[in-house]
C-alpha cells in the first residue's frame, strides 16, 4: 500500500511540475512587454480555427460534386463550379496554415531564444559549488534536450493536439446534425478507443524512453570528460578502458531502444486495428442506407472523407502524445535549473562596490566547504592601500580558499571581509569582481585566439593595448613568431599552448583589466626561471599603487612582498617580512631552506 501512495504522489508531482513548466512557457509566449507579439498568437490562433473550420466545410463541397454527377442534367455547369470550389477549398486550407505558421515563427523564435538565454544567464549567475558538482555533457544535454522538447511541443500541441481537438468536435456535431446520432456515436467511440489505448500505451512505454535518455546523457558526459582529458588518457595508456566505459552507456541505450521499437509497432498496429474496425462498421452502416435510400452516395463519401481527415492527424498520436511527455519531462528539467537558487546571492540592499584605497581587511574570518570540517579558522590580516601581502603554507593549508572566499565564490561562515571597510556581503558581487584582477594557478582559455583571450580581461580595449598587456607579460615575441600572430586558434581549453604560454596569456588578460586590487595565485608557477624573473618585474610594475595578494609556494616569488603570512591548518602561524621570517628559524625558514636546497640540486643535475 506505501508502495502505490509513493507512487500516486509522485505521478502528483510530476503532473504539478508540468502544469507549472506550460505555465512558464506561457509567460515566454504572451510576454507582458511584447504587444506585436500577442497580435501574433491572435492571428496565428485565428487561422488555426479558420483552417479547421473551412477543413470541415471541405467535404461537403465533394459530396456535391458526387451528388450532381449521379443526375444526368446540369453535368456540365454545376459539378464544375462545385469541383474548382473544392479545388480552391483546399488550396484556401493550405494557405492558412502557412500563414498560421509563418505568423506565429518569431512568436516561438522568440520564446526559444529568450528561454536559452535566461537559462544561460542564470547557470552563470549560479555559485561555484553548483558547478563544481555538475559535469558540464551532462547539464548542456539537459539544456539542449529542453530547448529541442520546447520547439517540439510549440509545433505540435499548438498546431496537432488542438487543432484535432478542435476537428473531432466539429465534425461529431455535423454528422448529428446532418445525419443522426448513430453515425456520431460509432465515430467518437472509436476516437475515444483509439485515444484511450494510444495514452495509456504510451504511458506505459515511457519508461523505455526515461532509460534512453539516462543512458545517452551518461555517455554523451563520458565521452566529453574523456575528450577532454584526452592527454590523460594518453599517458595511462586507457584507450581501450575509455572505449568501455562508453560502451557500457551504448549498450544501455541499445536495450532501452529496441523495447521501445517493439512496442512502438505493438501500438502501432493496435491503432491500425481500432481505426479498420470503425472504418468498416461505418462504412456498412453508409452503405446500408445508401442502398434504402436514406442518404445519397455523396453522403457515403462524405462519411468516409470525415473519417480519413480524422484518423489521418490521429496517427501521429501515439508519437506526438510520447514526444509531447518526453518534452515536458525535458523542460522540466531544464526549468528545474532556472528555480535552482545560487548559494552565494546578492543582498537585497547591496550596492556597487565603491572603491577609495582598496584597503582589504579580513577579520576572524572562518570557513568550511562542509559544515563538520572547517578550513579556516579565524584568520585576520589587513592589505593597505597599494602593500603586497603574500600568503604561504603547505597543501591544504586553506590558501586557495582565501582567493575564493575574497572573490566571493563562497560566503564566510564566520568574521568579516571587507574593502574599504565596505563588508563585501553587502556589496554587489559583478561590482566586487570587476575592482579584482586574478591570476589563476590553473589557467583555462576559451577555444578562440589568443588575442581574444588576452582581450576578455577588457573586451572594449584596443588592440595596441592588447599588445601592451601582452609586452608586460612577456608574451608579445612569442606570438609575433606564429603564422597568425594574435589571430592564433588556442585549441579547447587552451591546449594548443605551453602551460607557461597558457599562464602568460592570464597575466595579459589580468594586466588589461586593469583592477585597483590584484590576487595571484600561484601565477608563476608553470614558468622557467628566467621568464619568471622577467615576469616579476613586471607584475611588481603592475603591482604598484594596486594592493595585491600573492597565493605562492615558491617563496622565491615573495620576498618582496610588505608582509608575509604562513598558514598551518587553517591558522595563521607565523606572519612578517621574508627576512625577519628568516631571523625566526620557524616554519617559513624552514621552508625556504628546503626550496633552496631543492634549487641547488636541480641546478647541478
Not at 543582498?347 to 570557513?367: K, M
Not at 594574435?486 to 581549453?493: A, K
Not at 604560454?501 to 597575466?507: D, F, H, L, P, S
Not at 627576512?579 to 636541480?602: C, D, N, P, T, V
Request: no cysteine.
Amino acid at each position: 500500500m506505501s508502495d502505490t501512495t509513493s507512487f500516486s504522489a509522485t505521478s502528483e508531482t510530476i503532473e504539478r511540475n508540468h502544469w507549472k513548466t506550460l505555465k512558464t512557457l506561457g509567460h515566454y509566449l504572451w510576454p507582458a512587454d511584447r504587444k506585436d507579439l500577442k497580435v501574433r498568437v491572435v492571428f496565428a490562433m485565428f487561422f488555426l480555427a479558420a483552417g479547421k473550420i473551412l477543413n470541415v466545410y471541405v467535404p461537403f463541397l465533394l459530396k456535391s460534386s458526387i451528388d450532381q454527377l449521379s443526375q444526368t442534367n446540369k453535368v456540365l455547369v454545376l459539378p464544375l463550379g462545385l469541383i474548382i470550389a473544392y479545388g480552391l477549398a483546399r488550396l484556401l486550407v493550405g494557405i492558412f496554415e502557412e500563414l498560421r505558421d509563418l505568423i506565429f515563427a518569431k512568436v516561438e523564435q522568440h520564446a526559444l531564444r529568450n528561454i536559452a538565454l535566461n537559462t544561460f544567464r542564470h547557470l552563470h549567475g549560479l555559485s561555484l559549488d553548483f558547478h563544481l558538482s555538475r559535469q558540464t555533457g551532462g547539464l548542456s544535454r539537459v539544456i539542449e534536450r529542453g530547448t529541442r522538447g520546447i520547439q517540439f511541443l510549440l509545433d505540435f500541441m499548438t498546431f496537432n493536439i488542438i487543432p484535432t481537438i478542435l476537428e473531432i468536435i466539429l465534425v461529431t456535431g455535423v454528422l448529428v446534425y446532418h445525419f443522426n446520432l448513430t453515425y456520431a456515436s460509432v465515430i467518437f467511440i472509436t476516437i475515444a478507443i483509439y485515444i484511450v489505448l494510444t495514452l495509456m500505451v504510451t504511458e506505459w512505454r515511457l519508461k523505455y524512453r526515461k532509460a534512453m535518455n539516462t543512458a545517452e546523457t551518461k555517455a554523451n558526459t563520458r565521452a566529453i570528460d574523456s575528450l577532454l582529458n584526452f592527454e590523460t588518457v594518453k599517458y595511462f595508456g586507457n584507450e581501450e578502458h575509455e572505449f568501455h566505459r562508453f560502451d557500457e552507456s551504448l549498450a544501455q541505450y541499445e536495450t532501452a531502444a529496441i523495447k521501445g521499437q517493439n512496442t512502438l509497432s505493438l501500438l502501432n498496429l493496435t491503432q491500425k486495428g481500432i481505426i479498420s474496425f470503425g472504418l468498416i462498421i461505418i462504412m456498412l452502416m453508409a452503405a446500408r442506407d445508401v442502398v434504402s435510400g436514406k442518404i445519397t452516395v455523396g453522403d457515403f463519401v462524405l462519411v468516409n472523407t470525415f473519417l480519413i481527415q480524422l484518423y489521418l492527424p490521429l496517427n501521429f498520436l501515439g508519437f506526438v502524445y510520447r514526444e509531447i511527455k518526453n518534452s515536458l519531462v525535458d523542460m522540466d528539467k531544464m526549468f528545474e535549473l532556472i528555480k535552482v537558487h545560487a548559494s552565494v546571492a546578492d543582498d537585497s540592499n547591496a550596492e556597487p562596490l565603491v572603491i577609495t584605497r582598496a584597503v582589504i581587511e579580513f577579520e576572524d574570518v572562518r570557513f568550511g566547504y562542509k559544515s563538520d570540517r572547517e578550513i579556516l579558522k579565524g584568520i585576520s590580516f589587513r592589505i593597505d592601500s597599494g602593500k603586497t601581502l603574500a600568503i604561504v603554507g603547505p597543501s591544504g593549508s586553506g590558501k586557495s580558499t582565501i582567493g575564493r572566499l575574497l572573490y566571493r565564490f563562497y560566503d564566510v561562515t564566520g568574521g568579516v571581509i571587507s574593502i574599504d571597510g565596505q563588508n563585501i556581503r553587502k556589496v554587489k558581487q559583478h561590482s566586487l569582481r570587476s575592482h579584482i584582477g586574478m591570476v589563476p594557478q590553473d589557467t583555462v582559455l576559451f577555444n578562440d585566439t589568443i588575442g581574444y583571450n588576452i582581450q576578455y580581461g577588457r573586451p572594449t580595449a584596443t588592440m595596441d593595448e592588447v599588445k601592451r598587456a601582452a609586452e608586460l607579460a612577456h608574451i608579445d615575441e612569442f606570438i609575433n613568431e606564429l603564422p597568425d600572430r594574435y589571430e592564433t586558434p588556442v585549441g579547447e581549453r587552451g591546449l594548443k599552448l605551453s602551460g607557461g604560454e597558457k599562464q602568460r596569456v592570464a597575466i595579459a588578460r589580468t594586466i588589461l583589466k586593469n583592477s585597483e586590487i590584484l590576487l595571484f595565485d600561484e601565477a608563476t608557477s608553470a614558468l622557467d626561471s628566467q621568464k619568471e624573473k622577467e615576469i616579476q618585474k613586471s607584475l611588481k610594475d603592475i603591482s604598484r599603487d594596486r594592493s595585491t595578494l600573492i597565493i605562492a609556494h615558491r617563496l622565491s616569488t615573495i620576498t618582496h612582498a610588505d608582509e608575509i603570512i604562513v598558514l598551518q591548518n587553517g591558522k595563521v602561524v607565523e606572519r612578517g617580512v621574508h627576512s625577519q621570517l628568516l631571523r625566526q628559524g620557524g616554519i617559513y625558514a624552514s621552508m625556504w631552506a628546503k626550496q633552496q636546497e631543492e634549487e641547488a640540486h636541480s641546478i647541478q643535475v
